[in-house]
């Protein structure tokens, strides 16, 4: 028996318990929005195909619904409009986070937290300073987004299944964020080498560019925004597998966004990084070696964050 709770019931968080509910993880949803109407019409049009999926109880609830949440995730804020930015989203979104994290926590205090609503980073780290949770129990969805970018795009490089990519987008989620290259790889060969070690396979096209699946992975949220009004399907595959790996318990790698301490010279800010992921949440970094420049990088991402932070009323 696992019950999830979903604050938020918009675009990402409407698809989130849609993916939960057609992937069976839990046995009870319960959706919560200021717009209770929203939120109703959601859980009946979901509730309503469950006879066609694993059984499951969803209903549209208040706080006190929550009680005895496995996981509580976060959707709720404004979402980005075309051209902004996520970091332009932060204080009215650190405000609406601000008024949720009371009432969330008092009726789900051991819950695992998924922060998912933008600027993400900003909003984990809002959620660590205020909350007073187990520092393990939040977890911000971060780069596993960005990272599942860069692995679809990388396997339509090389036309290979998605699962032989092995590749991470690591620091803020937005535009600061970074690649290291030198830990990707093709099942174990590096990227730079695959094109020259496969044989039979003249037909490749085109030439691996860096440079361009870099831009593809940055701007890829905001060209959907611009083709389609916003971004929920992928968004909603990260956050299910997130919570996939919390609830089967076995520990799982991932970039999600948590508080640093130091690892790699940062410290005092939400950023991604490879996380241990289990059911105890995320428990532990696995510190993968950086080069120098990607370091940097790293600094680079965390100092941007930082900036906005401290404009900010947290």
């Not at 939960?20 to 959706?31: D, N, R």
């Not at 410290?267 to 940097?296: F, M, Q, R, Y």
Request: charged content about 20%.
């Amino acid at each position: 028996m696992n019950k999830i709770s979903i604050i938020g019931t918009g675009s990402v968080g409407s698809t989130i318990a849609y993916t939960l509910t057609a992937m069976g993880l839990a046995s009870e949803i319960v959706v919560i929005d200021i717009n209770t109407e929203k939120a109703l019409g959601e859980a009946l049009d979901i509730r309503q195909g469950v006879p066609l999926f694993s059984p499951c109880s969803i209903y549209a609830g208040t706080y006190s619904d929550a009680k005895d949440s496995d996981i509580v995730i976060i959707t709720s804020g404004i979402a980005r409009k075309p051209g902004q930015t996520r970091l332009e989203l932060a204080q009215t979104n650190v405000d609406i986070t601000k008024g949720i994290i009371p009432e969330i926590t008092k009726a789900a205090p051991d819950a695992k937290y998924i922060i998912v609503s933008n600027p993400v980073d900003v909003l984990t780290y809002t959620f660590f300073k205020r909350s007073g949770l187990p520092e393990n129990h939040i977890i911000g969805s971060g780069t596993i987004l960005d990272t599942a970018r860069l692995r679809a795009r990388m396997a339509e490089y090389f036309s290979i299944n998605q699962s032989n990519v092995h590749a991470y987008v690591m620091g803020e989620h937005g535009d600061s964020s970074f690649i290291p290259w030198s830990l990707a790889n093709i099942s174990n060969v590096p990227v730079n080498d695959c094109h020259n070690l496969m044989t039979n396979r003249d037909g490749i096209f085109p030439e691996f560019n860096r440079d361009e699946v870099e831009q593809y992975v940055r701007k890829s949220g905001a060209r959907v925004i611009e083709q389609k009004g916003a971004t929920f399907y992928a968004v909603s595959a990260s956050v299910c597998h997130i919570c996939k790996v919390l609830l089967k318990g076995i520990d799982t790698t991932m970039t999600v966004s948590t508080m640093m301490h130091g690892e790699y010279g940062v410290e005092d800010v939400c950023l991604s990084v490879l996380n241990i992921v289990g059911k105890d949440g995320a428990t532990s970094k696995l510190l993968t070696p950086l080069t120098d420049e990607e370091i940097l990088k790293l600094h680079k991402s965390a100092d941007t964050l930082k900036e906005v932070i401290k404009n900010l009323d947290i």
